[in-house]
């Protein structure tokens, strides 16, 4: 050729994008685990909107809908499949199936989700490509989230809404919109990357992508201050009680495991006593739905070990330790809730008074004791027909004052779903026992005498966005009992976000008591008020935190998120009509 003919080659974004699959797929499994970064432990959003953006990127690139869904399939793989590494732990605390199996479990559940993320790239890809493929890819990405919380019996753990919790100025728009509403616009924030990068975008489109992502920088950089609590002195002290017993210490241990929570409860509200007397409900008054801290007898420890007089926790109100609530020592005790784990109590108390009259011998006259145990759900005559995961409401009398069985109950772990069948190939349930539990009825609201009505979860309900609260009757706050102790490293701290996400987007505080950690009290804005870190042993305690105003999500449930998508698939559609076509891309 010439010198004078010769021809100048240049690489843009796109051409890097537009991709053979050989090369196209790696990329996808890579950016997908990048993207799982920003969940917790990592916790570094901006990766999420690095991994998000490269997903954006190919599927925009995409020259068919079947290879956008077939990126968007992998891309879900490297997610889940990094994100969810926890669960192989808990294949290591049963004899029946071999331990290995763990992480093939692991494998084919991201299998499996990201089916949902490949049905939102497949949609997305029906868009024209640039801003009105991204703004539908927006709205199908919280439709994939929504079915992935209800198919068979629905998973929606690690939303990808959860990034954004660092983020405080994002984060508190799930108060309106919601975990799902926070995906799409993850998606949104993540994609205007690649709409900012594309030198064949016009000018419009570079310019969405550039106001999208000054959004996303300015609301991460927020600080929490935002959202700071206002606690209020006179309300009951919750106390949570983390053993740090083991899931491998859990069975054929009962009476010592018992002693331990029970003298680590006497402990805890001796401390109590000594600092500020015996009171009563009447000298503590109705409880208020506030919250300020009070003397205990082991302050709260926060992530990274930090001490009273250290730093406060983002968040947390100014001059309180550690992030925990101030100390205040009162002239007199309020009642005390004391909480225990999911499974603290293994023997069934509704036909043991013995057992209930010991674990009331821990408590103040005032006090409460919440924890869980095995319910007896009876048939006619009064015989027991089946067994529930239960929470317990249990008085200083040794009277049961209330009651909730687990309503969405883990397949494996509490039933085995087409149990003949399962057996005859050697799958067996996670955790002892030969019976199934069964469910029950659904959100409630359990009234506690004295004190503010509580709304009871046990384990993974928390990650169920809009199914936590009966709506007919609002609780003051939550408590979601757990047994994290088979979550491995990543899965607690995966499991402690999103009941933050819950606490902002019902306005509700939230008390979480787990074995082994991690153990918290969060306040209504989501905020840790304090923690006790994993694999440690202590009481965590704290004044029950006020509860805000019913929000936005609260009332209207899925119905913003809803009106969300509408508007970003509507917008997709009005955009791409004014948007010459292009010439088909091929990857």
Known sequence: MAVGT??????????????????????????????????????????????????????????????????????????????????????TYQAKMPAALG????????????????????????????????????????????????????????????????????????????????????????????????????????????????????????GADLNRETYLPDNATIYVVQPNIGEEDRYGRDAANLATYLDMTRDALSGRTADAGVGTVAEAGEADFGAAATSAPAAPVVPGGAAPGAAPLPG???????????????????????????????????????????????????????????????????????????????????????????????????????????ESIGIARLVPGDYDFRAGPGPRTLALPGLPAVGPLVCYEIIFAGAVVDPARRPAWLVNISNDAWYGASGPPQHLAQARLRAIEEGLPVVRSTPTGISAIVDAHGNLVAVEPAGKQGVVSATLPTLLPETLYARQRYLTPLWLGLVLLLAGIAVGRQTRPTAPQDI
Request: with cysteine; hydrophobic share 60%; charged share 10%.
């Open 6 to 91: 010769a021809r100048r080659f240049t690489l843009t974004p796109v051409d890097v994008m537009k991709l053979a699959l050989p090369v196209a797929i790696p990329l996808a499994l890579l950016a997908g685990a990048i993207a799982a970064l920003g969940f917790e432990p990592v916790n570094l959003w901006w990766l999420t909107l690095i991994g998000v953006g490269v997903l954006v990127a190919l599927v925009d690139t995409a020259a068919s809908r079947w290879r956008a869904a077939l990126i968007g399939w992998c891309w879900g793989i490297g997610h889940f499949g990094l994100g969810l590494t926890w669960i192989a732990k808990a294949f």
């Open 103 to 222: 992480w093939a479990a692991v494998a084919v559940l991201a299998l499996y989700l990201a089916l949902f993320v490949a049905l939102a790239a497949g949609a997305a890809a029906f868009a024209r490509p640039g801003a009105p493929r991204l703004l539908v890819f927006g709205a199908s990405f919280m439709a994939g989230e929504a079915l992935r919380a209800v198919v068979l019996s629905g998973f929606p753990w690690n939303p990808l809404g959860a990034a954004w919790l660092p983020a405080s100025g994002v984060v508190y728009i799930a108060a309106w919109i919601g975990a799902l509403g926070l995906s799409g616009l993850m998606l949104l924030a993540g994609g205007a990357i690649w709409l900012v990068l594309a030198p064949r975008h016009d000018l419009p489109t570079r310019g969405a992508g550039i106001g999208f992502g000054l959004l996303a920088v300015v609301a991460g950089s927020i």
């Open 316 to 422: 947390a109100p100014a001059g309180q330790p550690g992030g925990a609530a101030g100390a205040q020592v009162t002239t007199a005790a309020r009642a005390a809730v004391v909480v225990w784990p999911e499974g603290a109590v293994q023997q069934p108390v509704e036909d043991d008074p013995a057992l209930r009259a010991r674990l009331a011998s821990a408590l103040g006259a005032n006090d409460l004791l919440l924890f869980g145990g095995t319910g007896l759900v009876r048939g006619p005559g009064g015989t027991v027909t089946a067994l529930a995961n239960s929470l317990f409401v249990l008085d200083a009398k040794g009277r049961i004052r209330g009651r909730y069985d687990k309503a969405h109950l883990v397949p494996m772990g509490e039933y085995v779903p087409a149990r003949s069948f399962m």
